[in-house]
């Protein structure tokens, strides 16, 4: 079983639409969670970060953090086409090294 | 842009080969972080380095090998190329080791024949 579990997709929601994503993971050490955008054939690029539980809002992302069930979420509120993408959630426990763990990633298609 | 720049942007090579991915980090980073994302396993940790000196490892092979310059700029080496290394390789960096948000640049496309 992997540490961190993210389904692959595709979610393909209509343009205006709320999307939601979500990832489990398994090692409670875990205290600092990043959401990234993948385009095809390019590097992710960081959207959110959040260390330990809670809610942090940034524009039309959100980001929600439960660790009591390890679980975390990101939603994407009036999705437009060009946030079709690969979402990967990431997460490091911090002080060991600061390596992520990546989710498998989530691809989102907006149609308009 | 996320200010970190990695060169080449593609690599053909064959079996047995060795090759040299360099990333220069964002100006002020000390931090330079390689990964691997290939189809079947994903976004994988391979290592890290800070001002010069391994922080830490992850799921990199013995095949592989990599180095932080004195002007901060990093290198991985990858040799003996088998044809599962075929991936993209990317290259990261950071202000500070303990530093959580850590910025990619555009990646080395490697296919190995």
């Known amino acids: 079983q992997k540490e961190v579990e993210q389904d692959p997709g595709p979610l393909s929601v209509p343009e205006g639409a709320i999307v939601s994503l979500n990832c489990t993971y398994s090692?409670?050490?875990?205290?600092?969670f990043m959401w990234y955008r993948q385009y095809s054939r390019k590097g992710p690029e960081l959207l959110m970060y959040?260390?330990?539980?809670g809610n942090k809002e940034d524009g039309r992302f959100t980001a929600q953090v439960d660790k009591s069930s390890k679980y975390i979420s990101l939603f994407i509120r009036d999705s437009q086409p060009s946030d079709s993408a690969t979402y990967l959630c990431?997460?490091?426990?911090?002080?060991?090294?600061?390596?992520?763990?990546f989710g498998g990633g989530t691809r989102v298609l907006v149609k308009p | 842009d996320s200010g970190v720049t990695q060169t080449p942007k593609h690599l053909i090579t064959a079996t047995g080969q060795r090759v040299t991915l360099r990333c220069s980090p964002r100006?002020?980073?000390?931090?330079v972080y390689w990964y691997q994302q290939s189809l079947d396993q994903g976004l994988q940790f391979l290592i890290q380095?800070?001002?010069?000196?391994?922080?830490a490892k992850g799921n990199i092979l013995e095949r592989f090998s990599a180095q932080q310059f004195p002007d901060l700029h990093s290198e991985l080496n990858l040799s003996s190329l088998e044809l599962g290394d075929s991936a993209l390789y990317f290259c990261?960096?950071?202000?500070?080791?303990?530093?959580?948000?850590?910025?990619f640049g555009p990646g080395t496309r490697l296919l190995v024949l």
């Open positions: 990261a960096s950071s202000v500070r080791p303990l530093h959580e948000t850590q910025y």
């Open positions: 090692n409670s050490a875990f205290q600092y």
């Open positions: 959040t260390y330990s539980s």
């Open positions: 990431a997460m490091s426990a911090g002080a060991a090294g600061n390596k992520l763990t």
């Open positions: 100006s002020g980073d000390l931090s």
């Open positions: 380095y800070y001002n010069g000196e391994e922080r």
